[in-house]
């Protein structure tokens, strides 16, 4: 069983678009959403995260909008750049303990 | 300035021949994890440390152990590996049991034959 659908598995946008990537979760025991972004051959780094209080957090290019009553959230990279062209994944945790439960991860190619 | 560091990042080894991949970490946290990724999968936990208490996960294979012998240094062991197993196996660590960020290392890509 999935807990956090992710969509979609691959993107291709052209260089100053917009990508976005969607997420859904079941499990209302989570209160703590970060996203990833792993490059080929490394390890994940952590982007951007989001607690369900705030709707919406921006950092830079990259923005999360989250919905708590539909238990959905994105990502939303703006002016997409060709080095921003890497694997996705976004992860819910709950309050209890740090484990992270994964989507399954959105390969993202910047097109210059 | 690496703060997870993992060695070797490859690792050929050959079916049934045991293998360990030893991970390290500057940052003086608490919790240490390990992972197992596929190709084009995303991490799945093996097992994880705070300090010295170990945790594993319910559908971890019994095929693979993990020592822990101080902060600094984690290390997974893979008893009698199969073509199965291999993946990039990455290691992380968070400062404790909230919601800390967690510092993935580069990751070891193991090969089995």
């Known amino acids: 069983q999935q807990q956090v659908k992710q969509s979609p598995q691959s993107l291709i946008v052209q260089k100053g678009g917009i990508s976005i990537i969607n997420c859904a979760y079941e499990n209302t025991a989570f209160d703590y959403f970060p996203w990833y972004q792993q490059f080929p051959g490394k390890g994940p780094a952590l982007l951007i995260a989001?607690?369900?209080?705030?709707s919406e957090k921006k950092e830079g290019r990259f923005t999360i909008s989250f919905n708590k009553s539909a238990k959905q959230f994105s990502l939303h990279i703006m002016d997409s750049q060709p080095g921003d062209s890497a694997t996705y994944f976004c992860?819910?945790?709950?309050?209890?303990?740090?484990?992270?439960?994964f989507g399954g991860g959105t390969r993202v190619l910047v097109k210059p | 300035d690496a703060m997870v560091i993992q060695n070797p990042r490859y690792q050929v080894t050959q079916f049934g021949k045991p293998v360990t991949l030893s991970c390290s970490q500057t940052?003086?946290?608490?919790?240490m994890y390990w992972y197992q990724q596929k190709s084009s999968q995303a991490p799945k936990l093996l097992f994880h440390y705070y300090d010295k208490d170990f945790n594993n996960e319910a559908d971890t294979p019994d095929n693979f152990q993990s020592r822990r012998p101080n902060t600094s240094f984690c290390f997974l062991d893979i008893r009698s590996p199969g073509l199965g197993d291999a993946a990039m196996y990455l290691c992380?660590?968070?400062?404790?049991?909230?919601?800390?960020?967690?510092?993935f290392g580069p990751g070891t890509r193991l090969t089995v034959l």
């Open positions: 940052l003086n946290h608490n919790v």
């Open positions: 992380a660590t968070s400062r404790a049991y909230s919601t800390d960020t967690q510092y």
């Open positions: 989001i607690r369900p209080d705030v």
């Open positions: 992860a819910a945790v709950k309050a209890a303990g740090n484990k992270l439960t």
